[in-house]
């Protein structure tokens, strides 16, 4: 006969808790004089041990099948799950978190004499602290109950053989306890359930005609730990890196090995029982792609199986969590092998469209001489938005908080106000665009402020408002813009309708850049599109392993992008413009900037870099992707703007430094300290302007730069932080600080001598 003694005491350093207060112990539970939770320490019990009283008064009187209750130790979380099977009960032990262990798994315990353990347990944690809720426990206990146990748990063997991958197969053999009908929750209730998924059975690989088996293993937390895995190949796959990953379940490992290149797998089960055809425990040439699409079929294949078992598995939030990650998987590599690149046979009709290449000459003061600057006039913003704030002809359209103001550009004059909350604004020909958080999308008339059409997509997605505008001799007038975070959505400026939309495949944050007729869209995925502003179909399309989610470069006749993601590595591809054609791509050593596009200045292609010492820049040729020149990271500060004016690539840094370097060699030209590293003198946003051939460099105050050779012509006189600077036609500048204060500044005539 099985002996069962629970105990709960209190820790020997510990002294005994005073009345009313939870027992502070060790809980211990001896069957046949082996203590089965010897491993979890001191810990607040008194809670335990009521719950797991009524939990048996409960599975004692057929009102409960199963229940959990959590353990806590040396800051993991365990838990004890006990199920009712006849006259017996199921007792597992495991951790759950991120790396989930099975201590004891359905060790079968009397009911009846596991029922008297814990009601003798309870009456001693009585006597030691008279806890109001000891007491109901026990007596629950103590209630009469049917002499009648639960039926035995039925089981049926089950095979879960997913299709192969390129010869890869993982496939198991497991006996599942049936459980046809759903619990009694409520409908909405979605929990994270552990205990009803562990199971133990035979797992297998299957390699061509060769088989490594383990003959009994906790499959659902193989599942868990074979994803991990795949994600990591999938990602040394599309980058062709090398990758080695092992992991450890049940006393045996699993482990995957590969170099980098186009290379197959080396995967061991150290542990298992050896091949069919006995020659070890190591299956080689297996195709990373088989490998990681057989991982995500065979925990789908699990997903179904379990939940044929337990109708109530259907709102596991662990059940879940697995099957959206295979299914995650399964699209990655469906996108990454799609044979879909399309180029355009008729890229004619769309060069026609193309915008002229820039003229050269634009770094040159086209005045000559210093620049002198008087103050014109200042307005007063409070919760100024100035994402929202513009210049726009003879207009200076501001945002803020509850309303958008147009101003005067001259005078400084309030022309009209609407009240409207914060929104992504984009000014048009034919009015400001606003795209709320909801979807609404509202066009004001820059003459009234009046609301010329509203219109409704769906409600943008977390994160900043990407779009383009589409306006010129013999096109559409269109908005297009994100819409949520799958979609692409152009809008009429003029009706007001949804004239298009494309939908991506995965959700994405999209980079859209117009050139002429075409919408370049880099929507996160393994793709760069080009989209037709007129029907919004596809015209080309450029796939590659990684995925394309940074901003794009067009420049004449080519687009510039990178493909990869936050980690892991990148490329930059050469991509003819109006037809797709790949032109080049290119590995990146350095990881690029985040947010910054390719920069082109005549045949030199630069990509600012960075790395935890700063930032650099690295120089491929235009025509071959071949590498010219470097500056490793640490060239200057973390946030760095970029800009490249003719020959000159020039960096303004939050250090207060100013940059230039001979865009063809990488060698330095000039440099300028302005200010010193104040944090709170350093202004939003660094980019500079160029306008007239003069550069307006925004640090701790505005100064202007002739590129070529670095002069400064002049520095606005305003003690405003310049976190926004827009520049007009006549070298007027605006400034804006975040604190609610707008200044506009004009240049001074320049005096000459009469004679």
Request: proline share 7%; hydrophobic share 40%.
């Amino acid at each position: 006969m099985t002996a069962i003694d629970v105990v709960v005491r209190p820790h020997a350093a510990t002294p005994l808790p005073e009345a009313l207060t939870p027992l502070q112990g060790l809980f211990d539970l001896f069957v046949d004089g082996i203590n089965l939770t010897a491993r979890l320490t001191e810990a607040p019990q008194a809670a335990l041990l009521v719950e797991l009283g009524h939990a048996l008064s409960q599975l004692n009187r057929g009102k409960r099948a199963r229940a959990c209750f959590p353990l806590y130790s040396d800051e993991e979380a365990w838990e004890i799950g006990l199920e009712a099977d006849g006259v017996d009960a199921l007792l597992s032990i495991y951790r759950v978190g991120p790396s989930p262990r099975v201590a004891i798994f359905d060790r079968r315990l009397p009911l009846a004499t596991l029922t008297s353990a814990v009601a003798r347990a309870l009456e001693q944690a009585e006597i030691q602290s008279p806890s109001a809720a000891v007491g109901p426990a026990r007596r629950a206990l103590g209630l009469p109950y049917p002499t009648y146990a639960h039926a035995p748990l039925e089981r049926k063997k089950l095979a879960i053989s997913p299709k192969p991958a390129g010869n890869v197969c993982f496939s198991a053999e497991v006996e599942l306890k049936q459980r046809k009908t759903a619990t009694a929750e409520a409908p909405g209730l979605e929990r994270a359930d552990l205990h009803s998924l562990l199971a133990a059975g035979r797992f297998a690989l299957t390699v061509k005609n060769r088989t490594l088996e383990l003959p009994s293993v906790q499959l659902f937390l193989m599942a868990e730990r074979l994803l991990t895995i795949a994600e990591d190949v999938l990602d040394a796959w599309r980058s062709e890196r090398a990758v080695f990953r092992r992991i450890e379940l049940d006393g045996s490992q699993l482990s995957v090995r590969r170099g980098p290149g186009n290379g197959a797998l080396r995967v061991s089960l150290v542990g298992s029982s050896t091949s069919a055809d006995n020659e070890g425990t190591t299956l080689a040439d297996v195709p990373p792609r088989g490998f990681v699409l057989s991982c995500a079929r065979f925990a789908l294949g699990l997903v179904d199986v379990l939940e044929r078992s337990d109708a109530s598995q259907t709102k596991n939030l662990r059940l879940r969590a697995l099957q959206r990650g295979a299914r995650a998987i399964v699209d990655v590599i469906s996108e990454t092998n799609a044979n879909d690149s399309l180029q355009n046979p008729e890229p004619d009709s769309y060069r026609s469209f193309g915008l002229p290449r820039p003229v050269s000459g634009r770094g040159t003061w086209e005045n000559g001489g210093k620049m002198r600057f008087v103050p014109k006039w200042v307005a007063t913003v409070p919760n100024i938005d100035l994402r929202a704030t513009f210049q726009c002809g003879d207009k200076i359209l501001v945002g803020s908080q509850r309303e958008t103001a147009c101003l005067n550009r001259d005078t400084g004059r309030v022309l009209w106000r609407v009240a409207a909350s914060r929104a992504a604004s984009v000014v048009t020909p034919f009015g400001l665009a606003r795209l709320g958080f909801d979807g609404k999308v509202e066009l004001h008339d820059l003459e009234t402020g009046g609301v010329r059409f509203t219109s409704h997509i769906a409600p943008r997605a977390a994160g900043g408002a990407t779009g383009a505008l589409v306006n010129g001799p013999a096109l559409p007038k269109l908005l297009v813009v994100a819409e949520g975070d799958r979609a692409v959505t152009a809008v009429d400026l003029v009706s007001g309708e949804v004239r298009w939309r494309y939908t991506g495949r995965r959700p994405a944050s999209y980079r859209m850049r117009r050139a002429g007729k075409l919408l370049i869209v880099a929507g996160g995925d393994s793709a760069l599109i080009a989209l037709d502003v007129f029907t919004g179909e596809v015209v080309w399309r450029v796939r590659d392993r990684l995925p394309f989610s940074g901003d794009i470069c067009i420049d004449h006749d080519s687009a510039f992008a990178i493909a990869g993601g936050p980690i892991g590595p990148c490329k930059l591809l050469h991509v003819d413009l109006w037809t797709g054609a790949l032109r080049w791509a290119r590995e990146l050593e350095e990881r690029p900037c985040t947010g910054q596009a390719p920069l082109v200045s005549g045949n030199t292609i630069i990509i600012p870099t960075r790395d935890k010492r700063g930032v650099g820049a690295s120089a491929l040729s235009r025509d071959t992707g071949a590498p010219l020149w470097e500056q490793p990271p640490g060239l200057a500060s973390p946030t760095t703007a970029w800009l490249v004016v003719d020959d000159a690539l020039i960096a303004n840094t939050a250090s207060g430094a100013l940059m230039c370097l001979e865009a063809s060699t990488g060698l330095p030209r000039y440099s300028h300290v302005f200010s010193r590293h104040v944090e709170a003198d350093q202004p939003r946003r660094l980019e500079p302007v160029l306008r007239n051939g003069a550069l307006f460099v925004p640090q701790h105050q505005v100064h202007v730069i002739r590129p070529r050779d670095g002069e400064v012509l002049g520095t606005l006189p305003s003690d405003l932080i310049p976190d926004l600077l827009r520049v007009d036609e006549r070298c007027g500048a605006y400034v804006a600080e975040e604190s609610g204060h707008l200044a506009a500044f004009s240049v001074a005539p320049r005096l000459s001598l009469v004679k």
